[in-house]
């Protein structure tokens, strides 16, 4: 029999906190303070990935120092806004969400029964590949600027959250090959960065379908071995 897991629900939490945050971003921007509730939703985020990720000590350690320095950093771009902290900021975050994203692929990947926790992680992963990858454009933009374009038409009370709200909605245009036209991709960087993301969104489908239906065809044949015996 296999062991239970300590955490049976880790990523619907994450699962969950993700999509809160996305819902929410919209709404929250136009608001006089939604800097700060963005914040805070982002925060939860990334505190949703650390606990995700405690069932190892030393990971856990890493994810949640890496945690608590991208939120002190959006605290600091709040206080203090400037390029370099929002760059700093956006890095730091981003290193987080890549640390989440590997490591709880690692968890989908390994051999074991498919449980419903290993299937929110899956979708958690398909949408953490597509926030980081947001952060990863607006950086390649903040470093040269007119790398994409984005419309002007700032709808939100900040422009560095407008922008970074712009470039997740391309980022999952992208990652889901939809890609609408309505922002594009103009320098050759810029270029590059979304044609791997969509190599990625469509590698980690088919892959990650494989590999989940493979587990299950297998844990089939087991239980039946079992039961006739």
């Excluded at 806004?81 to 956006?90: D, E, V």
């Excluded at 454009?137 to 038409?153: Q, T, V, Y």
């Excluded at 900040?158 to 997740?168: A, K, P, S, V």
């Excluded at 960065?193 to 065809?217: D, K, N, P, S, T």
Aim: hydrophobic content about 55%; charged content about 15%; some cysteine.
């Amino acid at each position: 029999m296999e062991p239970r897991e300590k955490n049976p629900r880790r990523h619907l939490v994450l699962l969950i906190s993700i999509l809160l945050l996305f819902v929410v971003s919209p709404f929250a921007a136009t608001l006089r303070f939604g800097v700060v509730v963005l914040n805070v939703f982002g925060a939860i985020v990334l505190l949703s990935g650390t606990y995700a990720v405690s069932e190892r000590k030393h990971l856990f350690v890493i994810a949640l120092v890496l945690a608590v320095v991208s939120v002190l950093a959006g605290a600091a771009m709040f206080i203090w806004p400037g390029k370099w902290i929002g760059l700093a900021t956006q890095a730091s975050t981003l290193v987080t969400l890549a640390l989440f994203s590997v490591s709880i692929l690692r968890h989908v990947l390994r051999s074991g029964r498919i449980t419903a926790d290993k299937i929110y992680a899956a979708i958690c992963v398909y949408l953490l590949i597509g926030y980081a990858w947001a952060f990863a454009d607006a950086i390649l933009e903040g470093l040269n600027p007119g790398s994409f374009s984005i419309s002007p038409n700032v709808t939100s009370v900040n422009e560095h959250i407008d922008r970074t709200m712009q470039l997740r909605y391309f980022s999952f245009m992208t990652l889901t090959t939809v890609g609408y036209g309505d922002i594009v991709a103009r320098s050759p960087m810029a270029r590059t960065f979304a044609m791997l993301e969509a190599l990625m969104g469509q590698l980690y489908v088919a892959v990650l379908i494989a590999r989940l239906v493979g587990l299950h065809i297998v844990h089939g044949i087991d239980s039946e071995s079992r039961d006739k015996n």
